[in-house]
Every structure is written in C-alpha cells, then in structure tokens.
C-alpha cells in the first residue's frame, strides 16, 4: 500500500515538470509566442496553490477513497486534454486543471499517515514522501525521451493512461476511511479551520518557516542550473544535464527513512545536521566550471537535506494533530509552492546579473538563513514524538 501511494505520488507530481523540458516544442507545435509559452509553467503552478487551498482540506470532511480515485481520474482527464489540446487557449486551460488536480499527493500523504500506526508515522510518510521528490527530479529526464520517441503530446498521452491505471488500482487496493467529521462540519468551516490551524499550532507555523526556505534553495539549484551547463564552454545537452536528476534522486532517496528518527523524537537533531549539510552542499556546487564531479556530490548532499527536512516536518505536524492531517499538509504545502516560486525566480536574475557564483552565494545564504532560524527559534521546542504524544494528549 504504501508502495502504491509512493508510485501515485511520484506520477502526479511528474505531471506538473514534464512541461519544462517541452516548452520549445510545445510553442512551435501550437504557434505559440515566447512570452506567452512561459504561462504554462506559472498556470500550472497557479492551479497547484489553489488545489492546496480548496482541495486538500476535503481530506478531512470527505470520504479520502472517493476523493482520492476522483482526483485520479479527473487528472487523466485533464492530461489528455492537454496531450490533444488544439490550440494554445485549451493548452493552457489543461495545465491549470493539471495543477489543481495534483494536489491528490497531499491528500495521499496525509492519508497514509492516518492509516499508519503512530510509532511509524514517520517512516510511512518518509516512504510516500520519496515518490514525490522521485517524480520531481525524473520528470524532465522521462520527458525529454519520450519527447525524441513521439514528440511532446505523447508525454501527456502516455502518462494519461498511466494515470487510468492507477486510479484502478488505487480503487480496488485503498481501504475506505472516512475521517470524523468536525461537529456542524462545512465546507466554509472547513476552509477557515485550514487558517486557525497557523494560531493554534506554533509548530506548523515553524516548519512552514522550513517548507519556504529549504524549497526555495531547491529550486535556485534545480531551475538554474541548466543555463551554465548548456553555455559554452560545457555545452552539455539536455538528456546529459537530466542525468543530475539521478544523482540527486539517489541522495533524496537515501534520506526517506529521517521519518523514523522523528518517530523517536530526534526530529529537532536531525532537521538542525540536515539544514548544516545543506549549507555546506553549495560549496562543490559552486565548483562548478572546474569539476562536475563536485558538482554531483553536492547534488546528493542539498537533496538528501531537503528530503530528511521535508519528511520530518510533514511527521512532526501531522503527529500534533492527526485528526486535522489533510489541513495542516495542504497549508504547510502552500510555503513549499511559495518558496519554490520565489527559489525559480530569484536565481534566473541573479544568475543574469551575477554568473553562477551569484546563485551559489544566493543559495547559501538562503540555507544559512534556515539554520539561524533552527538554532535561534526552533532548536529548542519540545517537539511530538509518535505514539507516546498521541497517549498523551488523550
């Protein structure tokens, strides 16, 4: 089961990146101007903040079987019409109802952790949480090839059926569990509960601190990093600059068990080492026109941080408050979106303005942040620890 939502997720998640390696492709097929092509990654986006505002939330007042096979096929739905879409006007219509119908992953997750055992909530949600980072980093790698196969519409095509197959699956292998509904439960209530949750839980406002700052760093790597190793003097081509993706799969997967150290409350230890080996991770990245060997250790090290961080931030809030885990992954969720916007566009100026020494001092300074912010506010705080917390509270 948990293998089954990993594979969901990392699937739903591709679903937003495929279109970043295509959008050449996708202009000149549809006539399209520069300028506007550009919209199809910010709708996406768009549509994606907006399902974790409207969508997620329903975790907790829905059926999540119903929700969650809904949201899948809705999704195929959505990807097909993107894969045959006529015209830029549909195009860019199909990618805002794949942003918003791939909020399923947040729903999954916090579905997962209801489903798991306290004492290994974080484990589960370590486990789920890889095929989301897995998805992210071999999106661009899995649509190049299959663009040089058939051209960019067959990447949505292909992965519409996909998605069919698993809203089958996911439908005959979920359980039903239909959450304890809040006495006089709506759907307004329900969505003003998602913005109370920032009042009453300090430690959801503290790890949302994170979501921002740790995504941020993420992706001035990952949305910058094309520019220096496509330019000359390396002029790498694209199927070469994806293979990274592997390499930082490799450090992200390595950290999906951090969730078993929240599990024993050692949740603050290792956010405080991980946000240290993030740090120091940009220093062989900034090597990177002399070796870029350095280069991909220095992938491994931020992607091994961002995961541990992300896994327990996710096992920590949801351990606070398991009957609320749909609101509080959505809302934490939003400052991962944010923080990835503002990560995207920061280090393409500064790159621009700086070279790529620019963006490496930019991302160190962002992770250097995130640590002072651990050491001064957080490093303290008592935090849940699994099953003995949950005893506690009852």
Same mark, same amino acid.
């Not at 390595?254 to 946000?275: E, F, K, P």
């Given at each position: 089961?948990?293998?089954?939502?990993?594979?969901?997720?990392?699937?739903?998640?591709?679903?937003?990146?495929?279109?970043?390696?295509?959008?050449?492709?996708?202009?000149?097929?549809? #006539?399209?101007?520069? /300028?506007?092509? =550009? !919209?199809?990654?910010?709708?996406?986006?768009?549509?994606? +903040?907006?399902? %974790? @505002? &409207?969508?997620?939330?329903?975790?907790?007042?829905?059926?999540?079987?119903?929700?969650?096979?809904?949201?899948?096929?809705?999704?195929?739905?959505?990807?097909?019409?993107?894969?045959?879409?006529?015209?830029?006007?549909?195009?860019?219509?199909?990618?805002?109802?794949?942003?918003?119908?791939?909020?399923?992953?947040?729903?999954?997750?916090?579905?997962?952790?209801?489903?798991?055992?306290?004492?290994?909530?974080?484990?589960?949600?370590?486990?789920?949480?890889?095929?989301?980072?897995?998805?992210?980093?071999?999106?661009?790698?899995? #649509?190049?090839?299959? /663009?040089?196969? =058939? !051209?960019?519409?067959?990447?949505?095509?292909?992965?519409? +059926?996909?998605? %069919? @197959? &698993?809203?089958?699956?996911?439908?005959?292998?979920?359980?039903?569990?239909?959450?304890?509904?809040?006495?006089?439960?709506?759907?307004?209530?329900?969505?003003?509960?998602?913005?109370?949750?920032?009042?009453?839980?300090?430690?959801?406002?503290?790890?949302?601190?994170?979501?921002?700052?740790?995504?941020?760093?993420?992706?001035?790597?990952?949305?910058?990093?094309?520019?220096?190793?496509?330019?000359?003097?390396?002029?790498?081509?694209?199927?070469?600059?994806?293979?990274?993706?592997?390499?930082?799969?490799?450090?992200?997967?390595? #950290?999906?068990?951090?969730?078993?150290?929240?599990?024993?409350?050692?949740?603050?230890?290792?956010?405080?080492?991980?946000?240290?080996?993030?740090?120091?991770?940009?220093?062989?990245?900034?090597?990177?026109?002399?070796?870029?060997?350095?280069?991909?250790?220095?992938?491994?090290?931020?992607?091994?941080?961002?995961?541990?961080?992300?896994?327990?931030?996710?096992?920590?809030?949801?351990?606070?408050?398991?009957?609320?885990?749909?609101?509080?992954?959505?809302?934490?969720?939003?400052?991962?979106?944010?923080?990835?916007?503002?990560?995207?566009?920061?280090?393409?100026?500064?790159?621009?303005?700086?070279?790529?020494?620019?963006?490496?001092?930019?991302?160190?300074?962002?992770?250097?942040?995130?640590?002072?912010?651990?050491?001064?506010?957080?490093?303290?705080?008592?935090?849940?620890?699994?099953?003995?917390?949950?005893?506690?509270?009852?």
């Amino acid at each position: 089961m948990v293998l089954l939502f990993a594979v969901a997720c990392g699937l739903s998640v591709a679903n937003i990146y495929f279109a970043q390696p295509l959008l050449d492709t996708m202009a000149q097929d549809l #006539a399209i101007t520069p /300028a506007v092509i =550009g !919209g199809v990654v910010t709708l996406t986006q768009i549509g994606y +903040a907006f399902g %974790l @505002v &409207l969508i997620v939330p329903l975790g907790d007042l829905w059926d999540r079987h119903r929700l969650i096979v809904g949201q899948t096929v809705l999704s195929a739905i959505a990807l097909t019409i993107v894969g045959t879409a006529p015209n830029a006007a549909v195009l860019l219509a199909g990618m805002v109802l794949v942003g918003l119908l791939a909020v399923v992953i947040q729903v999954l997750v916090a579905y997962a952790a209801t489903l798991a055992v306290p004492a290994d909530r974080g484990r589960t949600i370590g486990t789920v949480t890889s095929g989301v980072v897995s998805g992210i980093l071999l999106a661009r790698f899995a #649509a190049g090839a299959l /663009a040089d196969l =058939g !051209g960019w519409r067959v990447v949505y095509l292909t992965s519409a +059926a996909l998605t %069919l @197959v &698993l809203a089958a699956l996911l439908a005959r292998a979920m359980p039903r569990h239909a959450p304890q509904p809040m006495a006089g439960s709506s759907y307004a209530k329900l969505l003003r509960s998602t913005v109370a949750l920032f009042v009453e839980e300090p430690i959801l406002r503290e790890r949302a601190v994170f979501a921002l700052l740790i995504f941020a760093s993420f992706s001035m790597f990952w949305s910058s990093v094309v520019l220096p190793l496509a330019a000359p003097p390396l002029t790498l081509s694209h199927t070469t600059i994806g293979m990274l993706g592997i390499a930082g799969l490799a450090g992200a997967l390595a #950290a999906r068990n951090s969730g078993r150290l929240a599990d024993r409350g050692w949740g603050q230890r290792t956010t405080g080492l991980s946000l240290m080996l993030m740090l120091v991770g940009w220093a062989p990245i900034a090597f990177l026109h002399t070796s870029l060997w350095l280069v991909l250790v220095g992938v491994v090290m931020i992607d091994f941080a961002v995961q541990a961080v992300h896994v327990t931030n996710q096992s920590l809030i949801v351990a606070a408050r398991p009957d609320a885990s749909s609101r509080l992954i959505g809302a934490y969720m939003v400052f991962y979106a944010i923080g990835s916007g503002l990560g995207a566009i920061s280090s393409t100026v500064v790159y621009a303005m700086a070279g790529w020494i620019g963006v490496c001092v930019l991302g160190a300074a962002t992770s250097a942040i995130a640590l002072l912010f651990w050491v001064i506010v957080v490093s303290k705080t008592p935090v849940p620890v699994g099953a003995a917390y949950e005893c506690g509270r009852s």
